[in-house]
């Protein structure tokens, strides 16, 4: 078992950023893939980033520019640094780790930007 537990969730003004933090605990061996998703109601979850198996990143076209993932694997830890909030950012961001077919979740955190 894995588990993850975020931090850094809140309340922004549109232009604003904040930094998400995600530390992983447990069995973490060959979880090499490590990023975040966010939902917002009624909608599918989404990629916003991730380091792939091979160590490079995907990162969604809606927040190239402004969101930058990083991580710390001695701590085992993934982080994503948003700038220049917008609206349309908001959602529940939750961070993932994944081998193979095994995925887990953090708890999420809510991140809502206002206008």
């Known amino acids: 078992q894995v588990q993850l537990v975020e931090s850094g969730g809140g309340l922004v003004q549109a232009g604003g950023s904040l930094r998400l933090s995600c530390v992983a605990s447990?069995?973490?061996?060959?979880?090499?893939?490590m990023g975040w998703y966010r939902q917002v109601p009624g909608k599918q979850r989404e990629l916003v980033a991730e380091?792939?198996?091979?160590?490079?990143?995907n990162i969604a076209d809606s927040v190239k520019g402004r969101f930058t993932i990083s991580r710390d694997n001695a701590k085992k830890s993934v982080y994503l640094q948003m700038n220049s909030l917008k609206p349309e950012d908001t959602a529940v961001y939750y961070c993932?780790?994944?081998?193979?077919?095994?995925?887990?979740w953090g708890q999420g955190t809510q991140v809502t930007v206002s206008s």
């Open positions: 993932y780790t994944r081998r193979m077919v095994q995925w887990f």
């Open positions: 447990g069995n973490t061996f060959g979880f090499n893939v």
């Open positions: 380091f792939t198996s091979g160590g490079s990143t």
